[in-house]
Protein backbone atom coordinates (compact mmCIF):
# COMPACT_ATOMS: atom_id res chain seq x y z
CA UNK A 1 0.00 0.00 0.00
CA UNK A 2 3.24 2.21 0.15
CA UNK A 3 2.67 3.32 -3.47
CA UNK A 4 -1.13 4.35 -2.09
CA UNK A 5 0.26 6.51 0.36
CA UNK A 6 2.59 8.10 -1.76
CA UNK A 7 0.05 9.09 -4.43
CA UNK A 8 -2.13 11.46 -1.89
CA UNK A 9 -1.18 14.79 0.43
CA UNK A 10 -0.43 15.20 3.85
CA UNK A 11 -2.66 17.30 5.92
CA UNK A 12 -0.01 20.02 5.67
CA UNK A 13 0.23 19.57 1.97
CA UNK A 14 -3.24 19.74 1.40
CA UNK A 15 -3.44 23.12 3.86
CA UNK A 16 -0.56 24.67 1.76
CA UNK A 17 -2.55 23.97 -1.53
CA UNK A 18 -5.62 25.44 -0.04
CA UNK A 19 -3.98 28.49 0.80
CA UNK A 20 -3.52 28.55 -3.07
CA UNK A 21 -6.34 27.71 -4.51
CA UNK A 22 -8.33 29.76 -2.16
CA UNK A 23 -6.20 33.32 -3.24
CA UNK A 24 -6.77 31.42 -7.28
CA UNK A 25 -10.45 30.94 -6.67
CA UNK A 26 -10.76 34.92 -4.92
CA UNK A 27 -9.10 36.25 -8.37
CA UNK A 28 -11.25 34.36 -10.73
CA UNK A 29 -14.51 35.84 -8.40
CA UNK A 30 -13.19 38.92 -9.37
CA UNK A 31 -12.29 38.69 -12.63
CA UNK A 32 -15.66 37.33 -13.13
CA UNK A 33 -17.39 40.09 -11.35
CA UNK A 34 -15.76 42.23 -13.47
CA UNK A 35 -16.49 40.57 -16.68
CA UNK A 36 -20.45 41.16 -15.97
CA UNK A 37 -19.94 43.96 -14.04
CA UNK A 38 -22.00 42.39 -10.86
CA UNK A 39 -20.95 41.99 -7.31
CA UNK A 40 -20.02 38.27 -7.03
CA UNK A 41 -19.11 36.07 -4.42
CA UNK A 42 -17.32 32.66 -3.40
CA UNK A 43 -20.34 30.90 -1.38
CA UNK A 44 -18.58 27.40 -1.15
CA UNK A 45 -14.82 26.73 -0.94
CA UNK A 46 -13.15 23.45 -0.32
CA UNK A 47 -10.27 21.16 -0.97
CA UNK A 48 -10.58 17.95 -0.03
CA UNK A 49 -9.13 13.99 -0.67
CA UNK A 50 -12.20 12.00 -1.25
CA UNK A 51 -12.84 8.31 -1.73
CA UNK A 52 -14.16 7.00 -5.17
CA UNK A 53 -17.97 6.52 -4.52
CA UNK A 54 -17.75 10.25 -2.99
CA UNK A 55 -15.90 12.11 -5.84
CA UNK A 56 -18.77 11.20 -7.49
CA UNK A 57 -20.97 13.20 -5.90
CA UNK A 58 -18.97 16.67 -5.47
CA UNK A 59 -21.80 18.26 -7.91
CA UNK A 60 -24.50 16.98 -5.93
CA UNK A 61 -26.99 15.46 -7.89
CA UNK A 62 -25.13 13.51 -9.71
CA UNK A 63 -28.02 11.55 -11.96
CA UNK A 64 -28.84 15.25 -13.28
CA UNK A 65 -27.34 16.43 -16.65
CA UNK A 66 -24.97 19.38 -16.00
CA UNK A 67 -24.08 21.88 -18.65
CA UNK A 68 -19.78 22.49 -18.47
CA UNK A 69 -16.69 24.28 -19.98
CA UNK A 70 -14.02 22.16 -19.24
CA UNK A 71 -10.17 23.18 -20.45
CA UNK A 72 -7.24 21.00 -20.29
CA UNK A 73 -4.62 22.57 -17.86
CA UNK A 74 -1.22 22.72 -19.09
CA UNK A 75 2.27 23.71 -18.26
CA UNK A 76 3.45 22.52 -14.57
CA UNK A 77 0.54 21.05 -13.48
CA UNK A 78 -2.14 19.55 -15.84
CA UNK A 79 -5.44 17.86 -15.38
CA UNK A 80 -8.85 18.99 -15.71
CA UNK A 81 -10.35 22.78 -15.29
CA UNK A 82 -13.80 22.59 -14.95
CA UNK A 83 -16.78 24.82 -15.36
CA UNK A 84 -19.91 23.43 -13.99
CA UNK A 85 -23.37 24.78 -13.55
CA UNK A 86 -27.36 23.99 -14.32
CA UNK A 87 -28.72 25.17 -17.55
CA UNK A 88 -31.04 27.72 -15.62
CA UNK A 89 -27.48 29.17 -14.35
CA UNK A 90 -25.90 29.17 -17.24
CA UNK A 91 -28.72 30.68 -19.44
CA UNK A 92 -29.03 33.13 -16.47
CA UNK A 93 -25.52 34.23 -17.06
CA UNK A 94 -26.04 34.54 -21.10
CA UNK A 95 -29.13 36.64 -20.38
CA UNK A 96 -26.82 39.42 -18.29
CA UNK A 97 -23.69 39.34 -20.63
CA UNK A 98 -26.39 39.73 -23.81
CA UNK A 99 -27.73 42.86 -21.77
CA UNK A 100 -31.08 40.75 -22.45
CA UNK A 101 -34.47 40.69 -19.54
CA UNK A 102 -33.95 37.71 -17.66
CA UNK A 103 -35.64 34.43 -19.30
CA UNK A 104 -34.70 35.25 -22.67
CA UNK A 105 -32.00 33.10 -23.37
CA UNK A 106 -34.26 29.22 -23.35
CA UNK A 107 -32.15 26.79 -24.78
CA UNK A 108 -28.35 26.31 -25.65
CA UNK A 109 -27.84 28.13 -29.17
CA UNK A 110 -24.38 29.64 -30.80
CA UNK A 111 -24.46 33.02 -28.43
CA UNK A 112 -25.48 31.08 -24.99
CA UNK A 113 -22.73 28.81 -25.59
CA UNK A 114 -20.24 31.53 -26.61
CA UNK A 115 -21.15 33.34 -23.45
CA UNK A 116 -20.24 30.49 -21.37
CA UNK A 117 -17.35 29.17 -22.91
CA UNK A 118 -15.50 33.08 -22.49
CA UNK A 119 -17.00 33.40 -18.61
CA UNK A 120 -14.84 29.86 -18.00
CA UNK A 121 -12.34 30.84 -20.10
CA UNK A 122 -11.53 33.83 -17.87
CA UNK A 123 -12.36 32.16 -15.28
CA UNK A 124 -9.73 29.81 -16.17
CA UNK A 125 -6.81 32.29 -17.09
CA UNK A 126 -7.46 34.23 -14.16
CA UNK A 127 -7.46 31.37 -11.32
CA UNK A 128 -4.44 29.80 -12.90
CA UNK A 129 -2.34 32.82 -13.52
CA UNK A 130 -2.94 33.51 -9.62
CA UNK A 131 -2.36 29.84 -8.53
CA UNK A 132 1.07 30.10 -10.90
CA UNK A 133 2.29 32.89 -8.75
CA UNK A 134 0.94 31.61 -5.43
CA UNK A 135 2.72 28.05 -6.18
CA UNK A 136 6.06 27.41 -4.59
CA UNK A 137 8.87 28.20 -7.08
CA UNK A 138 10.57 25.87 -8.79
CA UNK A 139 13.73 27.11 -10.14
CA UNK A 140 13.62 24.05 -12.92
CA UNK A 141 10.29 24.48 -13.87
CA UNK A 142 10.05 27.79 -16.38
CA UNK A 143 6.75 26.59 -17.74
CA UNK A 144 3.38 28.80 -16.99
CA UNK A 145 0.12 27.40 -16.28
CA UNK A 146 -2.89 27.86 -19.07
CA UNK A 147 -5.59 26.45 -19.95
CA UNK A 148 -6.73 24.99 -23.34
CA UNK A 149 -9.82 26.59 -24.90
CA UNK A 150 -12.66 25.26 -22.91
CA UNK A 151 -14.93 23.29 -24.46
CA UNK A 152 -18.90 23.08 -23.48
CA UNK A 153 -20.86 19.98 -22.98
CA UNK A 154 -23.99 18.65 -21.36
CA UNK A 155 -23.90 15.51 -19.59
CA UNK A 156 -24.68 13.70 -15.93
CA UNK A 157 -22.64 15.15 -13.06
CA UNK A 158 -20.94 11.51 -12.09
CA UNK A 159 -20.18 11.00 -15.38
CA UNK A 160 -18.41 13.95 -15.56
CA UNK A 161 -16.34 13.68 -12.50
CA UNK A 162 -15.77 10.08 -13.34
CA UNK A 163 -13.75 11.28 -16.78
CA UNK A 164 -12.02 13.71 -14.87
CA UNK A 165 -10.90 11.56 -11.48
CA UNK A 166 -9.77 8.69 -14.21
CA UNK A 167 -6.33 9.16 -14.42
CA UNK A 168 -5.69 9.96 -10.41
CA UNK A 169 -7.98 6.80 -9.57
CA UNK A 170 -5.24 4.76 -11.37
CA UNK A 171 -2.79 5.56 -8.64
CA UNK A 172 -5.08 5.85 -5.75
CA UNK A 173 -8.35 4.92 -3.69
CA UNK A 174 -8.39 8.75 -3.14
CA UNK A 175 -9.11 11.10 -5.60
CA UNK A 176 -7.80 15.58 -4.85
CA UNK A 177 -10.71 17.79 -5.64
CA UNK A 178 -10.71 21.32 -5.22
CA UNK A 179 -14.25 23.34 -5.38
CA UNK A 180 -15.53 26.91 -5.43
CA UNK A 181 -19.11 27.44 -5.94
CA UNK A 182 -19.96 31.27 -7.24
CA UNK A 183 -23.03 33.28 -6.71
CA UNK A 184 -23.80 36.61 -8.46
CA UNK A 185 -25.72 38.92 -6.17
CA UNK A 186 -29.22 39.41 -6.93
CA UNK A 187 -29.19 36.77 -9.87
CA UNK A 188 -30.07 33.28 -10.01
CA UNK A 189 -26.70 32.12 -10.93
CA UNK A 190 -24.51 29.09 -9.28
CA UNK A 191 -21.68 28.30 -11.30
CA UNK A 192 -19.11 25.42 -9.78
CA UNK A 193 -15.11 25.45 -10.20
CA UNK A 194 -13.28 22.42 -10.14
CA UNK A 195 -9.91 21.62 -10.27
CA UNK A 196 -8.91 18.35 -10.86
CA UNK A 197 -5.02 17.49 -11.28
CA UNK A 198 -3.97 14.16 -12.94
CA UNK A 199 -1.76 11.20 -11.19
CA UNK A 200 1.60 13.30 -12.24
CA UNK A 201 0.28 16.84 -11.09
CA UNK A 202 -0.36 15.06 -7.60
CA UNK A 203 3.72 13.74 -7.40
CA UNK A 204 4.55 17.75 -8.71
CA UNK A 205 2.14 19.16 -6.10
CA UNK A 206 3.83 16.98 -3.28
CA UNK A 207 7.28 17.75 -4.17
CA UNK A 208 6.29 21.51 -5.01
CA UNK A 209 4.79 21.91 -1.02
CA UNK A 210 7.25 20.07 0.48
CA UNK A 211 9.62 22.26 -0.75
CA UNK A 212 7.63 25.39 0.81
CA UNK A 213 7.84 23.51 4.38
CA UNK B 1 -19.73 -6.41 3.93
CA UNK B 2 -18.94 -3.21 1.60
CA UNK B 3 -19.39 -3.70 -2.14
CA UNK B 4 -23.08 -5.84 -1.71
CA UNK B 5 -26.52 -4.61 -1.22
CA UNK B 6 -28.60 -6.76 -1.49
CA UNK B 7 -31.85 -5.42 -1.84
CA UNK B 8 -36.03 -5.18 -1.18
CA UNK B 9 -38.60 -5.21 -3.57
CA UNK B 10 -38.26 -2.10 -6.22
CA UNK B 11 -35.78 -0.48 -4.85
CA UNK B 12 -33.56 1.40 -7.58
CA UNK B 13 -30.07 1.33 -6.31
CA UNK B 14 -26.97 3.72 -7.62
CA UNK B 15 -23.60 1.75 -7.67
CA UNK B 16 -20.79 3.54 -7.66
CA UNK B 17 -17.27 3.52 -9.01
CA UNK B 18 -15.66 0.24 -7.19
CA UNK B 19 -19.02 -0.80 -5.93
CA UNK B 20 -21.10 -4.08 -7.02
CA UNK B 21 -24.58 -5.01 -6.17
CA UNK B 22 -27.20 -8.08 -6.38
CA UNK B 23 -30.83 -8.05 -6.82
CA UNK B 24 -33.59 -10.84 -7.24
CA UNK B 25 -36.83 -10.47 -9.22
CA UNK B 26 -37.66 -6.71 -8.33
CA UNK B 27 -34.85 -4.19 -7.91
CA UNK B 28 -33.79 -1.73 -10.26
CA UNK B 29 -29.82 -1.48 -10.59
CA UNK B 30 -28.43 1.63 -11.63
CA UNK B 31 -24.81 3.14 -12.15
CA UNK B 32 -23.56 6.30 -13.72
CA UNK B 33 -20.86 5.50 -16.76
CA UNK B 34 -17.91 7.61 -17.94
CA UNK B 35 -14.46 5.71 -18.30
CA UNK B 36 -15.70 2.89 -16.20
CA UNK B 37 -17.31 -0.47 -17.38
CA UNK B 38 -20.77 -1.42 -16.36
CA UNK B 39 -21.07 -4.75 -15.92
CA UNK B 40 -24.49 -6.58 -15.54
CA UNK B 41 -24.78 -10.47 -15.75
CA UNK B 42 -28.60 -11.81 -15.21
CA UNK B 43 -30.00 -15.65 -14.65
CA UNK B 44 -32.87 -15.31 -16.69
CA UNK B 45 -34.40 -18.75 -15.18
CA UNK B 46 -33.99 -17.17 -11.62
CA UNK B 47 -34.25 -13.30 -12.00
CA UNK B 48 -30.69 -12.70 -10.19
CA UNK B 49 -29.31 -10.17 -11.64
CA UNK B 50 -26.16 -8.23 -10.48
CA UNK B 51 -24.44 -4.60 -11.46
CA UNK B 52 -20.91 -3.99 -10.85
CA UNK B 53 -19.08 -0.63 -11.55
CA UNK B 54 -15.53 -1.37 -12.77
CA UNK B 55 -12.43 0.99 -12.72
CA UNK B 56 -9.42 -0.92 -13.57
CA UNK B 57 -8.59 -3.92 -15.31
CA UNK B 58 -6.70 -5.60 -12.29
CA UNK B 59 -5.88 -5.29 -8.71
CA UNK B 60 -2.33 -6.54 -8.95
CA UNK B 61 -2.47 -7.36 -5.48
CA UNK B 62 -3.58 -4.02 -4.40
CA UNK B 63 -6.28 -3.79 -1.74
CA UNK B 64 -8.92 -1.54 -2.03
CA UNK B 65 -13.34 -2.46 -2.81
CA UNK B 66 -13.43 -5.71 -4.80
CA UNK B 67 -15.54 -3.81 -7.43
CA UNK B 68 -13.00 -1.48 -8.46
CA UNK B 69 -10.86 -3.93 -10.53
CA UNK B 70 -12.10 -6.77 -13.14
CA UNK B 71 -10.38 -9.83 -11.72
CA UNK B 72 -11.79 -9.11 -8.47
CA UNK B 73 -15.20 -7.86 -9.50
CA UNK B 74 -16.56 -10.33 -11.73
CA UNK B 75 -15.84 -13.04 -9.73
CA UNK B 76 -17.24 -11.43 -6.37
CA UNK B 77 -20.55 -10.32 -8.39
CA UNK B 78 -20.88 -14.07 -9.64
CA UNK B 79 -20.46 -15.07 -6.01
CA UNK B 80 -23.13 -13.01 -4.58
CA UNK B 81 -25.67 -14.10 -6.97
CA UNK B 82 -25.35 -17.35 -6.48
CA UNK B 83 -25.27 -16.41 -2.60
CA UNK B 84 -28.34 -14.30 -2.91
CA UNK B 85 -29.72 -17.37 -4.95
CA UNK B 86 -28.69 -19.92 -2.41
CA UNK B 87 -27.62 -22.29 -5.98
CA UNK B 88 -25.70 -22.57 -8.56
CA UNK B 89 -27.17 -19.90 -11.55
CA UNK B 90 -26.12 -19.37 -14.74
CA UNK B 91 -25.96 -15.55 -16.16
CA UNK B 92 -25.15 -14.11 -19.47
CA UNK B 93 -23.47 -10.93 -19.53
CA UNK B 94 -23.80 -7.60 -20.77
CA UNK B 95 -21.41 -4.67 -20.62
CA UNK B 96 -21.59 -0.83 -21.47
CA UNK B 97 -18.67 2.35 -21.04
CA UNK B 98 -15.41 3.25 -21.48
CA UNK B 99 -15.80 6.48 -23.06
CA UNK B 100 -13.23 9.67 -22.96
CA UNK B 101 -14.91 12.53 -23.07
CA UNK B 102 -11.39 14.76 -22.83
CA UNK B 103 -9.58 12.33 -25.68
CA UNK B 104 -6.75 11.51 -23.08
CA UNK B 105 -4.28 8.52 -23.80
CA UNK B 106 -4.13 7.31 -20.64
CA UNK B 107 -7.94 6.91 -20.30
CA UNK B 108 -8.40 5.56 -23.97
CA UNK B 109 -5.58 3.06 -22.55
CA UNK B 110 -7.68 2.22 -19.62
CA UNK B 111 -11.41 1.52 -21.32
CA UNK B 112 -9.65 -0.59 -23.80
CA UNK B 113 -8.17 -2.70 -21.19
CA UNK B 114 -10.96 -2.35 -19.01
CA UNK B 115 -13.04 -4.26 -22.00
CA UNK B 116 -10.64 -6.75 -22.71
CA UNK B 117 -9.88 -7.72 -19.53
CA UNK B 118 -13.91 -7.98 -18.81
CA UNK B 119 -14.12 -10.34 -22.12
CA UNK B 120 -11.68 -12.59 -21.21
CA UNK B 121 -12.59 -12.57 -17.80
CA UNK B 122 -16.24 -13.35 -18.64
CA UNK B 123 -15.09 -16.15 -21.34
CA UNK B 124 -12.86 -18.17 -19.20
CA UNK B 125 -15.83 -18.31 -16.63
CA UNK B 126 -17.91 -19.20 -19.87
CA UNK B 127 -20.33 -16.59 -19.56
CA UNK B 128 -21.81 -15.49 -22.61
CA UNK B 129 -21.45 -11.85 -23.36
CA UNK B 130 -24.94 -10.95 -25.52
CA UNK B 131 -24.02 -7.21 -25.50
CA UNK B 132 -21.99 -4.37 -25.67
CA UNK B 133 -22.55 -0.73 -25.65
CA UNK B 134 -19.11 1.19 -25.15
CA UNK B 135 -16.97 3.88 -26.64
CA UNK B 136 -17.67 7.12 -27.32
CA UNK B 137 -16.92 10.98 -25.29
CA UNK B 138 -20.58 10.22 -23.22
CA UNK B 139 -21.58 9.22 -20.18
CA UNK B 140 -23.72 6.55 -19.71
CA UNK B 141 -26.74 5.70 -17.33
CA UNK B 142 -27.24 1.97 -17.11
CA UNK B 143 -29.96 0.31 -15.23
CA UNK B 144 -30.72 -3.47 -14.68
CA UNK B 145 -34.12 -4.61 -14.39
CA UNK B 146 -33.78 -7.57 -12.09
CA UNK B 147 -37.87 -8.60 -12.86
CA UNK B 148 -37.44 -8.64 -16.59
CA UNK B 149 -33.66 -8.67 -17.33
CA UNK B 150 -34.05 -5.27 -19.35
CA UNK B 151 -31.29 -3.24 -19.55
CA UNK B 152 -31.74 -0.13 -20.34
CA UNK B 153 -28.95 2.53 -21.51
CA UNK B 154 -29.32 6.55 -21.46
CA UNK B 155 -26.78 9.16 -22.57
CA UNK B 156 -27.45 13.08 -22.29
CA UNK B 157 -29.45 14.30 -25.75
CA UNK B 158 -30.07 10.83 -26.87
CA UNK B 159 -33.09 8.66 -26.58
CA UNK B 160 -32.60 5.49 -24.41
CA UNK B 161 -31.86 2.57 -25.97
CA UNK B 162 -32.21 -1.40 -24.90
CA UNK B 163 -29.02 -3.35 -25.03
Known amino acids: MKAQRENVLSIEQLDAFRTAFHEGAAEASTALGRWIDKPTRISFDVVEQLPLDEATRVLGSEGEPICFCVAQMTGRLTGQLILAFSDASGLALADLLLDQPRGTAGAWGQMETSAALETANIIACTFLNSLYRNFPADPSATSELLPTPPRFSRDYAASLIEFAVMDQVVATDHVLVAQTEFQIDGDPVDWTLLFIPDAESMMTLREALRERR | ?163
Do not use: W
Request: contains cysteine.
Open chain 2, 1 to 163: MKGVQQLSRRTISAIRMGDFAVSANDGVLRSLLGSCIGLALYDHTHKVGGLAHIVLPQSRGHGGPAGKFVDTAIPALYAEMETLAGRSLKPTARIAGGANMFSTTVIQTIGTQNIEATERLLSELRIPLLGRHCGGEKGRRMSLDTATGVITIEIVGSDPIEL
